[in-house]
């Protein structure tokens, strides 16, 4: 073969792979509104910079009469390349090979560019569009996943890993995408369960849809599988292109600093009265969160899943934080099982990767109840609790209103390592709030009182008395728990200093295999 002629054969070799499984299975991949494995990876990277491996490899089987039907790159697609510039590795499942099952083969090529990725330290980016273990395979497939998981496993913590769900993603395959740091599923086009809707009704008679067992957002809204649930695949990429702008490349790094536009001694007047003088009175904590943030961006994590606490990535004077609010709008910001899961997985993704941490505090206490006590809120709540205390980052705490109870503790209180905890004039900070300590303390003299008017006079003075004397945060900060009472106005530019004066921070846990968070 002359040297033209192999020239021309690599060519038709490339041509060939990139077809996948065919123009008719493209095509059937556009009709459901999904794109196919390479447009997702070009949508992904900068432009021009993916770099393929591993597109000639094919499997294995001779079983089925799987010698006869073999494409090139086995129906995934792996490879390297840029987000604004910064190193990323890929894999993308093509679904129109085989159904994107994952052979042996399939599986080493993932576990490849894992490898790779965590020696150069980069984050990992799968995409999941697959009809699971390749059935012809059998136990081949099985032990595929298991290396990957494993993968997973050791990646966790040391390389930002997201996963996109943009078809289905069913049975054991769900494990790879849930050891990960964030899960993007597409609405309507993915789904993903350990069992589907068929072995369901055969085992437990109950008859439901593909759409209400793994839909988005049953993952987004009920189990907290999803972290976020896009509109399209579209909106998917541009989130996966978000998120890692806040990260690290890997552990040993710090987030990027990107240019400021805006006075980082900016002041919001409003904030000064933000807060409704009615104590029981909700409001929208992320309109404060828009109020001090840089370019009032905010990428928040879990929008639908326990809306009672708001997490997620902003940025001061450029810098990646992290920030964890309580939300008086919703179930009036109580800690329940769901925020406490949360909010303990989100300090923890920071801390993993060195992004910093603000707190805004404004949480009545833990919700009661049988239910949330079988359920398990001592273990749960414990989660965020320890979260907290082990984490080593930069840690700014702001008590904007209530901060009662156990839920105090937990919410970065001093004691846990909160580096600078200031709190606003209307902080509220004791073991609880004004009707459940009078009922307690003044229960048996209430019980003399046969008068109602009378009755509701002397509670509400005493509840008076009580707010006066407690509901404030002169008294945490009398014993040095609060740094400081700030003027809201300034909230923004104290935030800023208090993390410039906590760059250099040096804070190490004792040496250990690891803890032993309760999960
Ligand atoms: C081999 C598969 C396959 C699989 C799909 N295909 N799934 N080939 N192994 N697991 C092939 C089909 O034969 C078909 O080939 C092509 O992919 C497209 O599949 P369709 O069924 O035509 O597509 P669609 O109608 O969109 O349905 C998609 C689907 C369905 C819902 C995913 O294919 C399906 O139910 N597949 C099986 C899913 C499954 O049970 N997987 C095993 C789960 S257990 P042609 O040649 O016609 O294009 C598991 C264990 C993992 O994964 C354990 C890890 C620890």
Redesign the pocket.
């Known amino acids: 073969m002359s040297r033209q002629d192999q020239i021309k054969k690599l060519i038709d070799l490339r041509e060939q792979a990139r077809l996948g ?1 065919g123009l008719k ?1 493209i095509e059937k991949q556009h009709q459901q509104g999904k794109y196919t494995a390479r447009e997702r990876i070009e949508k992904i990277l900068d432009e021009g910079s993916f770099e393929e491996y591993d597109m000639f490899v094919t499997h294995r089987c001779r079983d089925f009469g799987m010698e006869k039907e073999s494409f090139p790159g086995d129906g995934v697609v792996t490879g390297h390349g840029t987000i604004d510039g910064r190193i990323v590795y890929i894999f993308s499942q093509d679904f129109t090979v ?2 994107g ?1 994952l052979s042996e083969t399939y599986a080493q090529k993932i576990c490849k560019i894992m490898d790779q990725a965590m020696k150069v330290g980069a984050p990992i980016i799968g995409i999941n569009d697959s ?6 395979e059998g136990v081949m497939s ?1 032990a595929g ?2 290396e990957i998981f494993q993968r997973n496993i050791m990646a966790s913590g040391v390389v930002p890993q997201i996963s996109a769900i943009f078809g ?1 993603c ?4 769900v ?1 790879s995408p849930a050891l990960t740091d964030v899960v993007i599923m597409s609405n309507k086009t993915s789904y993903m369960f350990v069992t589907g809707p068929k072995v369901t009704k055969t085992v437990t008679g109950e008859d439901i849809s593909t759409e209400d067992l793994g839909g988005a957002t049953v993952h987004a809204t009920k189990s907290g599988v999803a972290h976020f649930r896009a509109d399209d695949e579209d909106e998917g990429i541009m989130l996966i292109r978000k998120t890692l702008e806040y990260l690290p490349q890997n552990n040993l790094e710090d987030p990027i600093q990107t240019e400021c536009h805006e006075p980082i001694d900016r002041v919001s007047d409003e904030l000064n009265t933000i807060i409704p003088e009615n104590s029981n009175q909700p409001y929208d904590v992320k309109d404060i969160i828009y109020k001090i943030v840089d370019d009032a961006e905010f990428l928040e994590f879990h929008r639908h899943y326990a809306k009672n606490i708001v997490v997620g990535f902003v940025k001061f004077n450029g810098r990646p934080v992290g920030v964890v609010a309580n939300q008086p709008n919703f179930l009036a910001g109580v800690l329940d099982i769901d925020a406490s899961k949360k909010a303990a997985r989100f300090v923890r993704l920071c801390d993993a990767f060195n992004v910093p941490i603000l707190t805004l505090v404004d949480v009545p206490g833990f919700l009661p109840g049988s239910k949330q006590e079988y359920g398990g809120i001592i273990t749960n709540g414990a989660k965020l609790l320890f979260a907290y205390g082990e984490a080593t980052v930069p840690k700014v705490t702001i008590t904007l209103r209530k901060s009662y109870g156990g839920a105090h503790d937990v919410m970065s209180c001093k004691q846990l390592r909160g580096d600078i905890n200031y709190a606003w004039p209307s902080a509220e900070i004791a073991v609880m709030g004004a009707s459940g300590a009078i009922q307690i303390l003044e229960g048996n003299k209430m019980n003399e009182i046969t008068d109602p008017k009378e009755l509701q006079n002397y509670v509400l003075d005493k509840e008076a008395e009580y707010v006066e004397k407690f509901a404030n945060p002169y008294i945490a900060a009398k014993y040095g728990f609060i740094d400081d009472v700030i003027e809201p106005r300034n909230t923004r530019f104290r935030i800023i200093r208090a993390f410039q004066t906590l760059e250099t921070k040096k804070c190490t846990n004792p040496p250990k295999k690891h803890s032993n968070i309760p999960l």
Do not use: E, K, V
Not at 170 to 173: E, K, P
């Open positions: 499984g299975r085989f159904g099952s009809g699971g273990a390749r059935i012809q099985l996943y298991a289905p069913a049975g054991g395959a494990y």
